[in-house]
C-alpha cells in the first residue's frame, strides 16, 4: 500500500516500529540516474498497510531524509520535514518528533542529503550549503560539535552536491572540488586522513568529482570522467576493489568510466551506470544485493539484464525503479532477487529506510 503525504495529515502512517519515525525519503530526484525534475504523488509501499498514497498533493519532486525521519521537496522549492527529530534534524526549530509534514523556513531548496544518522544536510536553490542536527565529531561543519534544530549555513561557496554517511558528510562544490568532515577515523575521508572529529570541511585532493555516497564506514564516489572511487572500511567487499583490505585512499573501482549514480547501505553498495544498468557489491548475506544468491561480492555485479532509473538502500533492503517505472524490491525479508510490487508502471524515484519503503509516483 502506499499513503500519500500532504502537509495536514500523515498521522496515521505506521510502517516499522515507531508511527513518528516511519517515513523515510531519500535523495532529491535530480540526482537520480534518471535525471529530470520529475513531479507527482508520494507513496508508501510494503509497509505493514501495503501501499498507500501519502496526502493528496501531487506537486513533490525531490526527497531526501536519514535513517527515521524524512524531507520532501515540492515543485517551488519548499521544504517538507517529519518523523524523529531527537536531534534537531527535522530542522524545523522546535525540539520533539514530528508526526505532520512540517516546512522548513520558507527559502527553496535543490536538495536534501540522504542517509545521516541524526544529522541533515542540504543545499538551497542558491548553492549554499547548510546543516543542522546532531553535531558529534563535527559532522555538521559549522566549526563545532554542537546540535542544531534549524539550518545553518556552511561557510559562503557554492555547492552542487551533498552527502550524508553515518557519522560523516562529503560535499561537492560547484567547481567539481570534494571535500568531507566529520568522523574520519575509518579512512572514509579518502584523503589517508583518520580524524576522529573534522568541524569544517576539509578538501580531498584536487579532482573533479561529480557524486559521493557514504555508508556506515565507507565512502563511494564517481569523478567527472565517470570512474569510480571507493575508501574506507572494505569488510564483506563493500568498496568493490577485489578484496577485503581497507583504504584510507581512495582506490579505482575497476576501469569503466559510465557510471552515473551510486548509493551506499551499511556495509554494501549499489551504482547505475549510464546504460542504465545495475550494480551491486560488498556485504550480501540476506540477499540484498540482489543477484539472486546470499553470497558476499568483492567486485560489482551486475543485477539481471534490465535497465533501471534509481536505486536505494538500507538496513539490509533494496529497491529500484526500472526504466518502465515498475518498483521492484529485495533483501531482508523478501527474495534474493529483484521481485516487481504491485503493477503501477509510473514511478520514477525510490528510498529505503528503517522497514519501509516510498517512492515517488506520477
Known sequence: MAIKLSTGDISALYLGSSAVSSVYLG???IWSAGGGAQAGSLY?????????????????SSLGGGENWSFAIKSDGAL????????????VGVAGDQSFAV??????????????LYHSLGIKSDGTLWAWGDGANGKTGLGGTSDYNSPQ??????????????????????????????????????????????????????????MVAGGEAHTIAIKSNGTLWATGYNNNGRLGVGDTTNRTTFTQVGTDTDWSYVVCDRDSSYGIKTDGSLWAWGR?????????????????????????LDVSAFNLVAAGVKSDGTLH??????????VQYGSTATYFDVEVGDSYILGLYE
Not at 508508501?44 to 513533490?60: A, M, N
Not at 524523529?84 to 527535522?90: H, I
Not at 552542487?160 to 554517511?165: D, K, L, N, P
Open 153 to 210: 549555513q556552511i561557510g559562503s561557496d557554492s555547492w552542487q552536491f551533498v552527502g550524508a554517511g553515518y557519522n560523516s558528510s562529503h560535499g561537492i562544490k560547484s567547481d567539481g572540488t570534494l571535500w568531507a568532515w566529520g568522523y574520519g577515523a575509518t579512512g572514509i575521508f579518502g584523503d589517508g586522513s583518520t580524524p576522529a572529529s573534522q568541524t569544517t570541511p576539509k578538501q580531498i585532493g584536487s579532482d573533479s568529482w561529480s
Open 329 to 338: 524490491r529485495w533483501g531482508l525479508d523478501l527474495t534474493s532477487s529483484p
Open 27 to 29: 535523495s532529491a530526484s
Open 284 to 308: 550480501n548475506d540476506f540477499g540484498q544485493l540482489g543477484l539472486g544468491n546470499t553470497t558476499n561480492q568483492t567486485t560489482p555485479q551486475q543485477v539481471g539484464t534490465d535497465t533501471w
Open 44 to 60: 508508501s509501499v510494503g509497509s505493514r498497510y501495503g501501499t498507500q498514497q501519502l496526502g493528496t498533493d501531487t506537486d513533490w
Open 80 to 91: 517538507y520535514a517529519w518523523g524523529n527529530n531527537s536531534q534537531g534534524q527535522l530542522g
Open 103 to 116: 516546512q522548513v523556513g520558507s527559502d527553496q531548496w535543490s536538495m536534501v542529503a540522504r542517509g545521516g
